[in-house]
């Protein structure tokens, strides 16, 4: 583009407010009419009140081309999909019969257009070179090349409004950790889908979600990668984080298909079955608390990476051949990771799950860097698997949280009281949180 390239209409010759109808007419059929452009941004000027700005971009889902809307007013960021091009014409004849000083911005590979419409109603029109022999842009494909799960569909929206993302869409230094996490985390979710189909929507449940990034990573991701319809269900004991994962999937506009609910997996209820359980680093006994929920709700898989726990560190005893271990802090805490760990999975074995340990993602990314994946299907109760819990439990003469909170479960096969279990056990993770 160069100055050359600028037109100043007289006055008179516009319309004070409205677009020039040869300029909306360009813009129309170069939208709607042509797959070379990348992407159309609205930019107001409006005093006092801060910039909005509105942008539509072609994009590739599933082998089928969409556009995506995004929103920017008074800093908040709202995206929603556009699929029809009946959808397409309607949004942008509204961006069209905006009015006021504002700008359009056309990036295309046959020449950029920009205007500009000035407080006094003057329009300014600059043109872009066309890229000679430039083939015409698809659509980012979304899902053509299989990379992270968060490069897999256009999560910029996503990103940036989780903080996540910088304005420019580049990851943040500081959340890098967090970025690789979710991604790490949507890998271990893509392979615990069912295999089949189900006509009702896939259930998942979030247990210490936070400020959502993974909640809203997995419904964006499961929805638009994966084609699934998915309710989801966000639970953190922090009304002050629920109410702005609440905002966020608003924005995000996907608050028909994500609810987060200010409540305590110590005593919170679910009135769904959960097809899939996830929990990335529930604070402490939170892990335990989410686990017993799982069992309790019979939620078919469950994911949970644990986050630090501190109830069997307090419990191991340094004395006799221990103490040369356990005198040593960072050595007892890591031997109550691993011993926790260990008591969880055996316990969700008795109670008929599938069981495995996996590191999800690389130790640069969080130390907290295992996952427990259980499955729902084995029968409950295996003598050797009660045998083996028993023995690890008195060998170290500890009784882990979670056998406590599914004590009215695990009775008939530890002997323990059925009665008291669940009330005695959320007090007891309550306190010792
Ligand atoms: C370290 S944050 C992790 C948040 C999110 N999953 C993530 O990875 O970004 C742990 C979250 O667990 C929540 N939490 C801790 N104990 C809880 C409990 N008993 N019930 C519900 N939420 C709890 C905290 O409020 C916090 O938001």
């Known amino acids: 583009m160069t100055s050359d390239d600028l037109q100043f209409p007289q006055d008179g010759e516009v319309s004070r407010t409205a677009l020039d109808e040869a300029l909306q007419a360009e813009f129309r059929q170069r939208i709607l009419e042509t797959t070379d452009w990348q992407r159309f941004t609205l930019a107001r000027h409006r005093r006092g009140r801060g910039a909005g700005r509105e942008s539509l971009r072609p994009l590739m889902i599933r082998d089928a081309v969409c556009w995506q809307l995004e929103r920017v007013d008074a800093g908040r960021t709202t995206v929603s999909n556009i699929a029809t091009i009946t959808e397409l014409t309607e949004a942008l004849e509204r961006l069209l019969q905006e009015t006021g000083p504002r700008e359009y911005h056309l990036q295309s590979t046959s020449g950029d257009l920009h205007v500009r419409v000035t407080r006094k109603g003057r329009t300014l029109v600059a043109r872009g070179q066309a890229q000679t022999g430039a083939a015409p842009v698809a659509p980012p494909p979304h899902d053509r090349v299989k990379r992270q799960p968060l490069t897999q569909f256009d999560a910029t929206a996503l990103l940036r409004i989780t903080g996540i ?37 896939l259930e998942i449940v979030d247990c210490g979600s936070g400020l959502a990034y993974l909640t809203l990573a997995a419904t964006i991701y499961l929805q638009q990668v994966h084609g699934l319809d998915v309710r989801v269900h966000g639970i953190d004991r922090n009304a002050t984080l629920v109410g702005k994962a609440n905002a966020l999937a608003r924005d995000l506009d996907l608050a028909d298909k994500v609810t987060f609910i200010a409540a305590d997996l110590a005593d919170c209820t679910l009135d769904v079955r959960p097809d899939l359980l996830l929990s990335l680093h529930a604070c402490d006994a939170a892990t335990d608390l989410a686990l017993a929920r799982g069992v309790e709700w019979g939620a078919a898989t469950m994911l949970v990476a644990p986050c630090c726990q ?88 500890v009784t882990p949280i979670l056998e406590e909170l599914l004590a009215p479960r695990l009775g008939t096969y530890l002997g323990t009281p059925a009665a008291s279990g669940a009330e005695h056990a959320r007090g007891t993770a309550n306190g010792r949180e």
Not at 185 to 200: G, I, M, Q, V, W
Not at 358 to 377: D, H, I, Q, S
């Open 310 to 397: 501190h109830d069997l560190q307090r419990q191991l005893r340094d004395s006799g051949p221990m103490r040369a271990l356990l005198r040593h802090n960072i050595l007892r805490e890591r031997q109550a990771d691993l011993l926790t760990d260990a008591f969880r999975a055996q316990l969700l074995r008795m109670l008929g799950y599938r069981v495995r340990i996996v590191e999800f993602v690389a130790p640069e990314a969080t130390a907290r860097n295992l996952l427990l994946r259980a499955t729902a299907g084995l029968a409950r109760g295996q003598g050797m698997v009660v045998e083996e819990y028993l023995a690890l439990r008195d060998f170290w003469r």
């Open 165 to 201: 993302g910088d304005a420019h869409g580049g990851i943040r230094a500081s959340m890098r950790g967090k970025y690789d996490q979710i991604n790490a985390f949507l890998r271990e979710l893509e392979t615990a889908l069912p295999d089949k189909p189900s006509e009702r929507p």
